[in-house]
């Protein structure tokens, strides 16, 4: 179908032909098919919202595509405050040039992966900026909150465990391999986790925290909750799960997973007593297989370990971790 | 503060530094402060869901930014469905470069506005590009349906009329006169229409159709809601409502008020019997002083005028409208 031009965006014909060839044809759905600007769907007692833009390159990486991780990101911060995630908008924001085969894939799997998740796509938008050929994505998403739900960044407590869902780096060793044109097999995580999320709360885990760890990294993703609990979480150095692929990858370039980005991975955050029923739950679903429990949660001993990630080593060592400062690697998105 | 810097869009301090210095200082909200990805608030029956990307230049014009575009746009998008606007995303797009006081004045605006809409910004999200300084905003909203309403596209019936709240084409002639330097006094209709259709709605007149009259102007907002009713809709040249300085400005340049549009107008079809009442609703709100009735909404004569936008003259002649065709103007959106 060729290239994107300005006048797909005018909000006249071509916007018109656009959405019904490209967007329409995928996103199969009654509420979208109505030509209004805002769905009407079903509510439910208390609501999740949240958003995400997405400015991935390469558009399509082995394991995944732009159009699955906008759909997965918006899943997945739903589902980390116990969620049920139920209706998505996607916003393209469309360069001139972008090319309509590569948008129509993306589309596809926006579509797969939102029948995956379980979720919705109720409303849309497109816009076309001069560029170069550039596609960008907005998601939001709505999901239900069930009752008695309550989970949040500041609910650490003392004697929590921390367990992470499965190796990490995968996605941002993923994205970096393409762009620096190195050949291996390492394939990106990127994944929908509502059936983690779900199979905790069903099994009545009175789970505290979840985080997907997404940009920044693991590392960032748990000093931002310590700082949230003002308690101190230790890391164990030999607990953490990396592929040895990825570990590989990450030594010969002198990147730390720990600061790498993830798109299908979560971090949860139980009481000490449920952590072996919590990591057999993970470890029963799909994206699960390879969790870890990673760390622990405990009570300051001083100011300094206020809110302090530490990483403690097998031979006795400890350093205080920090959330990503400057550009550190290469940019995933 | 400077400029946007990739490092701005890397997840760690930088970013952090921005969105505490730059957002959460105007956006004033407990949900927003809580460290989330996903914002879980109250919900209520039926929800209406909607979402738009703003990618306007310039980024300030007399009247408005893209600030108080997004939300507008976004509230108006959910007041069409007739549901009280409640919640509202934003992700923020910024291209390297981008001025960070003009992103000052934008994220103020955009507080300014929620307040006077009666939202709350409720989750936001940041990502920096590579590019010359543009700032594109996309924003999703959430909002409550009350029992009992059901206004949508295809809801139009024989007999209703059709109402427009104001002067169109005025936030088009002002962009317009902004990029091409042309000096006038011409303002950006730019405004939030909840008040309207709250008292439309609480009046109990039965609305049909609700549609805001943006991209495309009224001809192609007219011509789609005539396609999903399948029905002819009449439109009265002579009762078009034009503020001179915008028709003399279109005169100039030979451009055509139907097709421009607006961000502060909406269209209503309404039963004939309840036409001056709703009028009077209308014209009682801020937003609304200048509304007209511009056309009817009647059964077809034969097959082509089965979803027919027909302008009549006031010497008896008629002229088939079609939607927006190819760029037709200089784009504003």
Chains 1, 2 share one sequence.
Do not use: W
């Not at 030509?35 to 390469?58: K, L, N, Q």
């Not at 592929?243 to 720990?258: E, N, T, Y």
């Not at 990591?279 to 302090?308: F, H, Q, W």
């Amino acid at each position: 179908m060729g290239k994107i031009i300005m006048e797909h965006g005018s909000g006249g014909r071509a916007t018109g032909e656009l959405i019904r060839e490209i967007f329409e044809s995928q996103f199969h759905s009654d509420v979208l098919s109505e030509m209004e600007d805002a769905a009407v769907v079903p509510g439910d007692g208390t609501i999740a919202m949240t958003t995400d833009s997405f400015v991935v390159t390469p558009l399509e990486f082995p394991g995944g595509d732009i159009g699955r991780l906008c759909i997965c990101g918006t899943v997945n911060d739903l589902c980390m405050r116990g969620a049920v995630p139920k209706y998505i908008t996607c916003g393209f924001i469309l360069e001139e040039g972008a090319d309509i085969d590569t948008l129509r894939r993306i589309v596809k799997s926006m579509a797969e992966t939102a029948d995956e998740a379980g979720v919705k796509i109720v409303a849309g938008d497109t816009k076309v900026i001069e560029g170069n050929g550039g596609i960008y994505i907005n998601t939001a998403g709505v999901g239900f909150v069930p009752k008695g739900v309550d989970i949040k960044a500041k609910n650490a407590e003392d004697d929590d465990v921390i367990i992470v869902s499965g190796n990490v780096g995968d996605h941002h060793a993923t994205v970096l391999s393409q762009r620096m044109g190195i050949k291996n097999t390492i394939v990106s995580d990127n994944a929908p986790l509502q059936e983690m999320v779900g199979k905790l709360i069903e099994s009545k885990i009175p789970v505290h925290v979840l985080r997907d760890v997404t940009r920044g990294g693991l590392a960032t993703v748990l000093k931002e909750l310590a700082l949230a609990s003002g308690l101190r979480f230790d890391l164990f150095e030999e607990k953490l799960p990396v592929d040895p692929q990825v570990q590989s990858f990450c030594g010969l370039l002198g990147l730390d997973p720990l600061y790498m980005g993830n798109e299908g991975k979560l971090v949860a955050i139980v009481p000490k007593d449920y952590a072996v029923q919590a990591l057999e739950v993970i470890r029963s679903c799909k994206y699960g297989e390879n969790a870890c429990m990673v760390g622990a949660v405990n009570i300051p001993e001083d100011e300094t370990e206020e809110g302090a990630l530490i990483m403690r080593t097998e031979i006795g060592g400890r350093r205080f971790l920090d959330i990503l400062q400057g550009e550190g690697l290469p940019r995933i998105c």
